[in-house]
């Protein structure tokens, strides 16, 4: 089974507020990943990280900044929420050692944000 | 990464096999298939991946040509669980990098 935790589950904030979201593993992974996805629609990668203090932009163009100060912790940060942000945001790790398929990503629950 | 295409959805009675297509035809020689589904709302979860030899898994099976230019990916007894979005994905084999999710199969088990 995968350790990889998302808090909160589900959040409803107003617009302009600054929001954090939480992404954790216990698996010792070093690489950490950020997917955004619409109802209905594609993930879509927005940052990842190779290992600590390295992180990276990823395919779908987003507000939020991520960090990666301990290796089991990657935080995605939005200073000023809009509806537009509204979607799921799914957290995901993986290591090369690990897993059924080299590679193989393993996802937490993720974290439904409304902004209203 | 080599592109694939699906089906952008279809159905299979409960009980019968489900048997989900993928084409790579630009797939390199030592890119894999792997497969992920999606079951609403939950992180994407890793079925099955092979490099050109068929593969069983207590999940499912995956069948590649010869050419390895397609694969199936084949549940046999379908149940309304296995309800989902099934991802294809070609990567390079040995690499641990990020997974780009296209469009997936939507997939509707039927009662």
């Known amino acids: 089974e995968a350790d990889i935790y998302q808090t909160p589950r589900y959040l409803v904030i107003g617009t302009g507020k600054k929001i954090t979201l939480e992404c954790s593993q216990t698996m010792g992974h070093d690489k950490m990943y950020w997917y955004q996805q619409d109802p209905g629609m594609e993930l879509h990668l927005i940052h990842y990280s190779y290992g600590v203090n390295s992180t990276e932009k990823g395919d779908l163009s987003s507000e939020s900044t991520v960090s990666r100060i301990r290796t089991e912790h990657f935080p995605l940060t939005l200073e000023s929420a809009r509806p537009s942000h509204t979607s799921q945001y799914l957290c995901?790790?993986?290591?090369?050692?690990?897993?059924?398929?080299?590679?193989?990503?393993?996802f937490g629950p993720g974290t439904r944000l409304t902004v209203l | 990464d080599a592109k694939t295409t699906q089906p952008p959805s279809m159905d299979c009675a409960e009980g019968r096999a489900a048997n989900l297509p993928c084409n790579h035809s630009t797939i390199s020689g030592n890119e894999y298939v792997y497969w992920y589904r999606q079951i609403h709302s939950q992180g994407p979860q890793y079925i099955i991946h092979g490099l050109k030899n068929n593969e069983t898994n207590e999940m499912a099976s995956l069948i590649i040509t010869e050419d390895r230019k397609s694969s199936t990916l084949i549940l046999p007894h379908a149940t309304l669980r296995d309800t989902a979005v099934y991802y294809c994905?070609?990567?390079?084999?040995?690499?641990?990098?990020?997974?780009?999710f296209g469009k997936g199969t939507r997939l509707h088990i039927l009662p």
């Open positions: 994905i070609v990567r390079v084999a040995n690499r641990d990098d990020k997974i780009i």
């Open positions: 995901a790790s993986s290591s090369p050692y690990r897993g059924r398929a080299q590679g193989e990503q393993f």
